[in-house]
């Protein structure tokens, strides 16, 4: 990989655009593929910096690295779509140790070199708040970063750690967050929700605060995470542990399955 290597997020969504734009910012061009995509879309990829193409056959001829930051359910498709790249591809969505590896079986088949990712925090928009964990053949992609707002970690192990790690941190993030919803839900149900919130302001007064985040969270994501908490899920049965925490949150979120403009 040259010096100033040639770069592409193939579907920018507001943390696609946002890890973008940390490149675009170090001098990176990086591409982005515009075809069935939404206003939205185009004007998120356009302020990030990005250099639009119609093919995916010309933008991955004009390639060096794919960043594939995507909503979980999608990862699979995109690493189908790079079959014969012969680059390094990154995934870096929100998905199971076991998903990561079928990702990396698919594309190095086609010949690409496989960096196993895990972001971590909101879109970096403000250096310090947002880490994207590597795993793997990963040195020339963090380096990429270097002195951007996205903090580049490399993990000791080998691939699938990233993805490891990031499913475990989401195991708490968002599976209390279903917990809360179902909680208000249920007492709301049964005619006890003011006396539950009136406990709470008395014995857990956190816990308003984390539900009203919860809810929100629900309403406007809860379409992308139903199934990374289900690839959460996933991550605990095959080493054992119980699936349920993580299959009983995403029935939480499937309840919101209407996705924002592409």
């Given at each position: 990989?040259?010096?100033?290597?040639?770069?592409?997020?193939?579907?920018?969504?507001?943390?696609?655009?946002?890890?973008?734009?940390?490149?675009?910012?170090?001098?990176?061009?990086?591409?982005?593929?515009r075809t069935g995509r939404s206003d939205a879309t185009v004007r998120r990829a356009a302020e990030a910096g990005l250099t639009p193409f119609d093919d995916l056959a010309k933008l991955l001829a004009h390639t060096d690295v794919?960043?594939?930051?995507?909503?979980?359910h999608g990862a699979l498709d995109v690493a189908r779509e790079l079959a014969g790249f012969g680059g390094i591809v990154v995934d870096a969505n929100a998905v199971s140790p076991g998903t990561a590896m079928l990702v990396s079986d698919t594309v190095?088949?086609?010949?690409?070199r496989y960096v196993d990712g895990g972001i971590i925090g909101p879109p970096p928009l403000t250096a310090g708040t947002t880490r994207l964990y590597l795993a793997g053949d990963d040195g020339e992609v963090a380096?990429?970063?270097a002195g951007s707002a996205l903090d580049a970690v490399s993990l000791v192990g080998a691939a699938p750690a990233a993805s490891a790690?990031?499913?475990?941190?989401?195991?708490?993030?968002?599976?209390?967050?279903?917990?809360?919803?179902?909680?208000?839900?249920?007492?709301?149900?049964?005619?006890?929700?003011?006396?539950?919130?009136t406990e709470w302001a008395i014995s857990q007064p956190h816990l308003a605060d984390a539900?009203?985040?919860?809810?929100?969270?629900?309403?406007?994501k809860g379409w992308r995470w139903a199934y990374e908490l289900a690839e959460v899920g996933r991550t605990f049965a095959a080493v054992g542990q119980p699936e349920g925490f993580g299959a009983a949150?995403?029935?939480?979120?499937?309840?919101?399955?209407?996705p924002p403009g592409r």
């Open positions: 990989m040259g010096s100033m290597p040639a770069l592409a997020v193939l579907h920018p969504g507001a943390m696609g655009a946002a890890v973008a734009a940390c490149l675009v910012g170090r001098g990176h061009q990086v591409g982005w593929l794919v960043f594939s930051i995507c909503p979980p190095t088949a086609g010949g690409a380096n990429l970063f790690l990031k499913m475990t941190y989401a195991a708490w993030t968002k599976t209390t967050a279903a917990l809360l919803v179902s909680i208000r839900d249920t007492a709301a149900a049964y005619g006890v929700d003011a006396d539950l919130a539900w009203l985040r919860a809810r929100e969270q629900t309403q406007e949150a995403s029935e939480v979120f499937t309840s919101n399955d209407d």
